[in-house]
Protein backbone atom coordinates (compact mmCIF):
# COMPACT_ATOMS: atom_id res chain seq x y z
CA UNK A 1 0.00 0.00 0.00
CA UNK A 2 0.92 3.65 -0.25
CA UNK A 3 3.02 5.03 2.32
CA UNK A 4 2.92 8.68 3.90
CA UNK A 5 2.97 10.93 1.04
CA UNK A 6 3.94 14.81 1.55
CA UNK A 7 3.97 17.42 -1.21
CA UNK A 8 5.77 19.25 -2.28
CA UNK A 9 9.14 18.14 -1.56
CA UNK A 10 11.08 21.02 -1.97
CA UNK A 11 9.71 24.81 -1.56
CA UNK A 12 11.65 28.46 -1.63
CA UNK A 13 10.02 31.02 -0.12
CA UNK A 14 10.75 34.75 0.75
CA UNK A 15 10.91 36.10 4.21
CA UNK A 16 7.38 37.23 5.11
CA UNK A 17 5.16 35.18 3.03
CA UNK A 18 2.82 32.15 4.52
CA UNK A 19 3.45 28.34 3.25
CA UNK A 20 1.17 25.46 2.97
CA UNK A 21 2.50 21.95 3.13
CA UNK A 22 0.38 18.80 2.98
CA UNK A 23 0.73 15.45 4.06
CA UNK A 24 -1.11 12.21 2.54
CA UNK A 25 -1.37 9.44 5.66
CA UNK A 26 -1.42 5.68 4.74
CA UNK A 27 -4.86 4.77 3.91
CA UNK A 28 -6.87 4.00 7.26
CA UNK A 29 -4.87 5.54 9.44
CA UNK A 30 -6.56 8.78 11.28
CA UNK A 31 -3.48 10.00 13.73
CA UNK A 32 -0.82 12.20 11.37
CA UNK A 33 2.16 14.38 13.52
CA UNK A 34 4.20 17.10 12.23
CA UNK A 35 7.85 17.88 12.69
CA UNK A 36 10.57 20.28 12.06
CA UNK A 37 14.07 18.94 11.50
CA UNK A 38 16.82 21.58 11.35
CA UNK A 39 20.62 20.91 12.35
CA UNK A 40 20.80 23.01 15.10
CA UNK A 41 17.49 22.14 16.84
CA UNK A 42 17.32 18.40 15.85
CA UNK A 43 13.54 16.82 15.47
CA UNK A 44 11.26 18.83 17.31
CA UNK A 45 7.43 17.76 16.94
CA UNK A 46 4.81 20.41 16.38
CA UNK A 47 1.22 19.06 16.63
CA UNK A 48 -0.90 15.46 16.07
CA UNK A 49 -3.74 15.58 14.60
CA UNK A 50 -6.58 13.15 14.90
CA UNK A 51 -10.73 12.93 13.42
CA UNK A 52 -9.96 16.40 12.38
CA UNK A 53 -8.99 17.66 16.07
CA UNK A 54 -5.48 19.12 17.06
CA UNK A 55 -4.56 16.63 20.47
CA UNK A 56 -1.03 18.05 20.97
CA UNK A 57 0.97 20.78 20.40
CA UNK A 58 4.54 21.43 20.70
CA UNK A 59 6.48 24.53 21.50
CA UNK A 60 6.11 26.64 18.52
CA UNK A 61 4.60 29.75 17.82
CA UNK A 62 1.44 30.84 16.74
CA UNK A 63 2.79 31.33 13.10
CA UNK A 64 2.40 27.46 12.89
CA UNK A 65 -0.94 25.91 12.07
CA UNK A 66 -2.50 22.68 10.85
CA UNK A 67 -5.51 20.95 10.30
CA UNK A 68 -7.07 17.82 8.95
CA UNK A 69 -10.05 17.00 6.77
CA UNK A 70 -11.80 14.23 7.05
CA UNK A 71 -10.31 12.07 5.00
CA UNK A 72 -7.60 12.50 7.53
CA UNK A 73 -5.09 14.18 5.10
CA UNK A 74 -3.40 16.85 6.87
CA UNK A 75 -1.80 20.39 6.27
CA UNK A 76 0.64 22.24 8.00
CA UNK A 77 0.64 26.34 7.72
CA UNK A 78 3.88 28.60 8.36
CA UNK A 79 2.58 32.20 7.78
CA UNK A 80 5.04 35.20 8.21
CA UNK A 81 7.95 33.16 7.29
CA UNK A 82 11.65 33.72 8.70
CA UNK A 83 14.56 32.61 7.94
CA UNK A 84 15.20 30.22 10.84
CA UNK A 85 11.94 28.21 9.44
CA UNK A 86 14.07 26.99 6.88
CA UNK A 87 14.06 23.26 7.72
CA UNK A 88 13.04 19.68 6.44
CA UNK A 89 9.27 19.46 7.55
CA UNK A 90 8.56 15.74 8.19
CA UNK A 91 4.74 14.56 8.94
CA UNK A 92 4.19 10.25 10.23
CA UNK A 93 1.10 8.74 10.02
CA UNK A 94 -0.63 6.13 12.60
CA UNK A 95 -3.80 3.93 13.06
CA UNK A 96 -4.51 5.37 16.83
CA UNK A 97 -4.25 8.78 18.56
CA UNK A 98 -0.98 9.25 20.92
CA UNK A 99 1.64 6.91 22.26
CA UNK A 100 0.78 3.47 20.82
CA UNK A 101 1.60 0.37 19.42
CA UNK A 102 0.45 1.10 16.50
CA UNK A 103 3.45 2.69 15.23
CA UNK A 104 4.12 5.86 13.29
CA UNK A 105 5.09 5.79 9.12
CA UNK A 106 6.98 8.81 8.53
CA UNK A 107 7.06 10.84 4.59
CA UNK A 108 10.08 11.38 2.66
CA UNK A 109 9.60 15.50 3.92
CA UNK A 110 8.80 18.80 2.80
CA UNK A 111 12.42 20.41 2.18
CA UNK A 112 11.61 24.39 2.88
CA UNK A 113 13.79 26.84 2.04
CA UNK A 114 13.26 30.93 3.49
CA UNK A 115 15.23 33.05 1.43
CA UNK B 1 9.76 16.20 31.97
CA UNK B 2 10.37 13.51 29.15
CA UNK B 3 13.75 13.88 27.25
CA UNK B 4 16.08 11.26 25.31
CA UNK B 5 19.83 12.02 25.33
CA UNK B 6 21.74 10.11 22.58
CA UNK B 7 25.35 10.66 23.86
CA UNK B 8 27.56 10.08 20.76
CA UNK B 9 26.99 12.57 18.03
CA UNK B 10 29.14 10.38 15.32
CA UNK B 11 30.32 7.04 15.25
CA UNK B 12 33.04 5.55 12.90
CA UNK B 13 32.74 1.68 12.83
CA UNK B 14 34.72 -0.87 10.53
CA UNK B 15 32.29 -2.71 7.61
CA UNK B 16 31.80 -6.14 9.41
CA UNK B 17 32.43 -4.95 12.97
CA UNK B 18 29.78 -5.03 15.46
CA UNK B 19 28.11 -1.59 16.15
CA UNK B 20 26.24 -0.15 19.86
CA UNK B 21 24.89 3.05 19.54
CA UNK B 22 23.54 4.67 22.79
CA UNK B 23 19.94 5.82 23.88
CA UNK B 24 19.46 7.31 27.89
CA UNK B 25 15.75 8.34 28.07
CA UNK B 26 13.96 9.96 31.41
CA UNK B 27 10.28 9.10 31.48
CA UNK B 28 8.19 8.62 34.65
CA UNK B 29 6.50 5.48 33.13
CA UNK B 30 7.61 2.51 31.51
CA UNK B 31 8.00 4.09 27.82
CA UNK B 32 7.54 3.35 24.42
CA UNK B 33 11.04 3.45 23.30
CA UNK B 34 11.56 3.80 19.74
CA UNK B 35 14.68 3.77 16.79
CA UNK B 36 14.76 5.21 13.76
CA UNK B 37 17.14 5.67 10.96
CA UNK B 38 17.35 8.38 8.04
CA UNK B 39 19.16 8.31 5.09
CA UNK B 40 20.27 11.66 3.65
CA UNK B 41 17.14 14.00 2.51
CA UNK B 42 14.51 11.23 3.46
CA UNK B 43 11.70 10.59 6.42
CA UNK B 44 12.65 8.07 9.12
CA UNK B 45 12.06 4.28 9.09
CA UNK B 46 10.95 2.85 11.83
CA UNK B 47 13.87 -0.07 13.03
CA UNK B 48 12.07 -1.32 16.04
CA UNK B 49 9.95 -0.71 19.25
CA UNK B 50 9.40 -1.57 22.74
CA UNK B 51 6.10 -0.91 24.74
CA UNK B 52 6.16 -3.76 27.41
CA UNK B 53 7.66 -7.73 27.70
CA UNK B 54 10.77 -9.13 26.39
CA UNK B 55 13.38 -6.44 26.71
CA UNK B 56 15.37 -7.97 23.86
CA UNK B 57 13.74 -6.67 20.79
CA UNK B 58 14.42 -7.39 17.13
CA UNK B 59 14.00 -4.70 14.02
CA UNK B 60 14.20 -4.99 10.89
CA UNK B 61 17.76 -4.98 9.16
CA UNK B 62 19.27 -7.22 11.79
CA UNK B 63 19.27 -4.80 14.33
CA UNK B 64 18.61 -5.19 17.73
CA UNK B 65 18.03 -2.99 21.63
CA UNK B 66 17.76 -3.82 24.57
CA UNK B 67 15.67 -1.62 27.36
CA UNK B 68 17.32 -1.49 30.44
CA UNK B 69 14.90 0.11 33.43
CA UNK B 70 17.75 0.29 35.76
CA UNK B 71 20.09 2.05 33.51
CA UNK B 72 17.69 4.19 31.95
CA UNK B 73 18.78 2.92 28.41
CA UNK B 74 17.03 1.69 24.86
CA UNK B 75 21.06 1.15 22.88
CA UNK B 76 20.61 -0.19 19.59
CA UNK B 77 23.11 -2.86 18.07
CA UNK B 78 24.15 -4.83 15.22
CA UNK B 79 26.51 -7.75 15.70
CA UNK B 80 28.13 -6.98 11.80
CA UNK B 81 27.72 -3.28 9.82
CA UNK B 82 27.04 -3.11 6.47
CA UNK B 83 27.82 -0.25 4.05
CA UNK B 84 24.64 0.66 3.42
CA UNK B 85 23.97 1.41 7.35
CA UNK B 86 25.69 4.28 7.31
CA UNK B 87 22.64 6.55 8.23
CA UNK B 88 21.53 9.31 10.98
CA UNK B 89 19.63 7.21 13.89
CA UNK B 90 17.60 8.85 16.35
CA UNK B 91 15.91 7.18 18.99
CA UNK B 92 12.70 8.33 20.39
CA UNK B 93 10.38 8.40 23.31
CA UNK B 94 6.78 8.22 22.40
CA UNK B 95 6.12 9.94 19.25
CA UNK B 96 6.87 13.42 20.47
CA UNK B 97 10.41 13.49 21.84
CA UNK B 98 13.49 12.53 19.81
CA UNK B 99 17.39 12.29 20.77
CA UNK B 100 19.98 14.55 18.68
CA UNK B 101 21.02 11.61 16.60
CA UNK B 102 23.85 10.01 15.88
CA UNK B 103 25.53 10.24 12.49
CA UNK B 104 27.09 6.66 11.49
CA UNK B 105 29.87 5.95 9.33
CA UNK B 106 30.61 2.97 7.66
CA UNK B 107 34.60 2.58 6.72
CA UNK B 108 35.48 -0.41 3.78
Known amino acids: KAGVTQTPRYLIKTRGQQVTLSCSPI?????VSWYQQTPGQGLQFLFE???????NKGNFPGRFSGRQFSNSRSEMNVSTLELGDSALYLC??????????????FGSGTRLTVV | AQSVTQPDIHITVSEGASLELRCNYS??????LFWYVQSPGQGLQLLLK??????LVQGIKGFEAEFKRSQSSFNLRKPSVHWSDAAEYFC??????FGAGTRLTVKP
Open chain 2, 27 to 32: YGATPY
Open chain 1, 92 to 105: ASSLGQGVSNYGYT
Open chain 1, 27 to 31: SGHRS
Open chain 2, 92 to 97: AVGYMR
Open chain 1, 49 to 55: YFSETQR
Open chain 2, 50 to 55: YFSGDT
